[in-house]
């Protein structure tokens, strides 16, 4: 880790590239606004894959109107939870998912980090193949042509990093609310006048509701390994209330819009599909409009993959970290971020056509082994260590948090077999799953039992020894022994 000292009190200006990693982000290098996580987060859930998830409830016999009540709840609740991990990134000022060592030790962390590599990678892959959809309505080549292509630029945006990612998902935010706001005004007044519904009968089926709602939820909830990447540069003191509400607000309104135009567009067009149907849509509105809306929604998802980059590289060299310490230089990131983009290259190109179909089948299953992480981790911030950390102890590998911390292991497994009777899988449907009619509300559970066991356990962490260890900490991060203000 970067060993800086914080003596003057001034705000050092940005670099134009990045050179923080997986480092604690010193004092003198906080900067930025809290309300900017409204647009950030906006931004990176307006992604055609939001979309398709309003897809589910009409293909399955949901009206539009139950489809979009499912999704707007489903969605603030997932939200509520992805949320709180805003606070995290100022108070402690390091990326989302090295913070895990606190909970489940240097080397234990390593198991939900294998779980959100696979989320990003999949993240990734998927958004290179539904840019390339849209690059290929234009000009001609292959997928051998476009995918490198694609992901080569979203490197390059990961590489620069931070800020110019704040920076695009800022102003990509009025556009697309312009673009795509004068789109569903069309589609809502013209589709329910013009078109026939696609299920004849559609209306209200409770265990379709309860699946959509829970889709939604968990959709969500998937951004929480996300959040701190992109709040841990805010100074110290950024209000916590403001910054969850913000974060909040941005990734919730965009799900539950996308989610909803999704619900609209199943429900009227015959065999949407997350491109096509945006142009039909579009289209309604004047003859070509629809190929720009998808332009519009391809440069957001190619700024979103490169988040996705981002966060896989934060994310590998800290699985790395933990088992041969590293020293997170601007190299490192480099090269971490073109390994991540020839990987990404090689599975988008192997895949099958048939990869999209089962798309949402392997986010689910990932985002069984992300809530119980997510549990642990807020329970672990909010309740037991009140946001304060030894941070120099989370990068030493005989730090205080140990290699192998078993109650978050154990809290985090107990969580896991808490799900499994609701998992709701092509290959397997728990007992619960299956009296719901494939509803899978599993990260209820998840939540609740990872959580409680967490709490529990926690009673018997050695706090002064920790406490002593938090001051140590902060006299070696900023030269001063300093006691500062927490969640």
């Given at each position: 880790?970067?060993?800086?000292?914080?003596?003057?009190?001034?705000?050092?200006?940005?670099?134009?590239?990045?050179?923080?990693?997986?480092?604690?982000?010193?004092?003198?290098?906080?900067?930025?606004?809290?309300?900017?996580?409204?647009?950030?987060?906006?931004?990176?859930?307006?992604?055609?894959?939001?979309?398709?998830?309003?897809?589910?409830?009409?293909?399955?016999?949901?009206?539009?109107?139950?489809?979009?009540?499912?999704?707007?709840?489903?969605a603030a609740l997932g939200t509520?939870?992805?949320?709180?991990?805003?606070?995290?990134?100022?108070?402690?000022?390091?990326?989302?998912?090295?913070?895990?060592?606190?909970?489940?030790?240097?080397?234990?962390?390593?198991?939900?980090?294998?779980?959100?590599?696979?989320?990003?990678?999949?993240?990734?892959?998927?958004?290179?193949?539904?840019?390339?959809?849209?690059?290929?309505?234009?000009?001609?080549?292959?997928?051998?042509?476009?995918?490198?292509?694609?992901?080569?630029?979203?490197?390059?945006?990961a590489i620069v990093g931070y800020d110019?990612?704040?920076?695009?998902?800022?102003?990509?935010?009025?556009?697309?609310?312009?673009?795509?706001?004068?789109?569903?005004?069309?589609?809502?007044?013209?589709?329910?006048?013009?078109?026939?519904?696609?299920?004849?009968?559609?209306?209200?089926?409770?265990?379709?509701?309860?699946?959509?709602?829970?889709?939604?939820?968990?959709?969500?909830?998937?951004?929480?390994?996300?959040?701190?990447?992109?709040?841990?540069?805010?100074?110290?003191?950024?209000?916590?209330?403001?910054?969850?509400?913000?974060?909040?607000?941005?990734?919730?309104?965009?799900?539950?819009?996308?989610?909803?135009?999704?619900?609209?567009?199943?429900?009227?067009?015959?065999?949407?599909?997350?491109?096509?149907?945006?142009?039909?849509?579009?289209?309604?509105?004047?003859?070509?409009?629809?190929?720009?809306?998808?332009?519009?929604?391809?440069?957001?998802?190619?700024?979103?993959?490169?988040?996705?980059?981002?966060?896989?590289?934060?994310?590998?060299?800290?699985?790395?970290?933990?088992?041969?310490?590293?020293?997170?230089?601007?190299?490192?990131?480099?090269?971490?971020?073109?390994?991540?983009?020839?990987?990404?290259?090689?599975?988008?190109?192997?895949?099958?056509?048939?990869?999209?179909?089962?798309?949402?089948?392997?986010?689910?299953?990932?985002?069984?082994?992300?809530?119980?992480?997510?549990?642990?981790?807020?329970?672990?911030?909010?309740?037991?260590?009140?946001?304060?950390?030894?941070?120099?102890?989370?990068?030493?590998?005989?730090?205080?948090?140990?290699?192998?911390?078993?109650?978050?292991?154990?809290?985090?497994?107990?969580?896991?077999?808490?799900?499994?009777?609701?998992?709701?899988?092509?290959?397997?449907?728990?007992?619960?799953?299956?009296?719901?009619?494939?509803?899978?509300?599993?990260?209820?559970?998840?939540?609740?039992?990872?959580?409680?066991?967490?709490?529990?356990?926690?009673?018997?962490?050695?706090?002064?020894?920790?406490?002593?260890?938090?001051?140590?900490?902060?006299?070696?991060?900023?030269?001063?022994?300093?006691?500062?203000?927490?969640?």
């Amino acid at each position: 880790m970067a060993n800086e000292q914080e003596s003057t009190g001034t705000v050092l200006p940005p670099r134009l590239i990045e050179r923080r990693s997986i480092d604690y982000i010193p004092l003198s290098e906080r900067r930025g606004k809290v309300w900017h996580q409204g647009p950030f987060w906006f931004t990176g859930n307006f992604v055609f894959l939001t979309m398709v998830v309003g897809f589910i409830g009409p293909s399955m016999g949901l009206s539009v109107g139950w489809s979009m009540l499912a999704v707007t709840l489903g969605a603030a609740l997932g939200t509520f939870f992805m949320a709180f991990h805003a606070n995290q990134g100022p108070r402690m000022g390091l990326p989302q998912m090295i913070q895990s060592r606190a909970q489940f030790g240097r080397r234990g962390a390593i198991i939900p980090f294998i779980a959100t590599i696979f989320v990003y990678i999949g993240f990734t892959v998927f958004g290179t193949v539904v840019i390339t959809q849209v690059i290929q309505l234009m000009l001609p080549g292959s997928k051998w042509f476009w995918y490198p292509v694609v992901i080569a630029t979203a490197i390059v945006l990961a590489i620069v990093g931070y800020d110019l990612l704040h920076f695009v998902q800022r102003w990509m935010t009025y556009i697309l609310i312009a673009a795509f706001g004068l789109l569903t005004l069309v589609a809502a007044t013209s589709l329910p006048a013009t078109a026939a519904p696609v299920v004849e009968g559609a209306g209200w089926n409770p265990g379709v509701f309860l699946i959509q709602l829970s889709l939604a939820a968990g959709y969500n909830i998937s951004y929480s390994v996300y959040v701190s990447d992109y709040s841990r540069y805010l100074p110290a003191d950024a209000p916590r209330g403001k910054l969850i509400f913000w974060t909040y607000v941005g990734a919730a309104c965009s799900a539950i819009w996308l989610m909803s135009l999704g619900a609209l567009l199943a429900g009227y067009i015959d065999g949407a599909d997350a491109i096509g149907s945006l142009v039909k849509a579009g289209d309604l509105v004047v003859p070509g409009f629809g190929l720009v809306v998808v332009v519009i929604g391809a440069v957001a998802q190619l700024t979103v993959t490169a988040v996705n980059c981002y966060g896989t590289m934060l994310t590998g060299v800290t699985a790395i970290d933990g088992f041969k310490p590293v020293q997170p230089t601007l190299k490192l990131r480099v090269g971490s971020l073109v390994l991540i983009g020839v990987l990404a290259t090689i599975i988008a190109l192997a895949l099958p056509e048939s990869y999209l179909d089962s798309f949402n089948g392997f986010v689910l299953l990932m985002l069984y082994f992300l809530v119980p992480w997510t549990a642990v981790n807020l329970v672990d911030f909010y309740l037991v260590r009140h946001g304060r950390y030894a941070i120099t102890d989370i990068f030493k590998p005989g730090g205080i948090y140990g290699t192998w911390a078993w109650r978050g292991l154990a809290a985090y497994l107990a969580g896991f077999i808490a799900m499994i009777p609701f998992f709701s899988l092509p290959f397997y449907s728990g007992p619960i799953a299956h009296a719901l009619n494939g509803a899978d509300i599993s990260f209820i559970p998840g939540l609740v039992v990872g959580g409680s066991v967490y709490a529990l356990l926690a009673r018997g962490i050695d706090r002064d020894t920790e406490n002593i260890a938090i001051e140590r900490s902060n006299y070696e991060l900023d030269g001063i022994v300093q006691e500062r203000s927490h969640s």
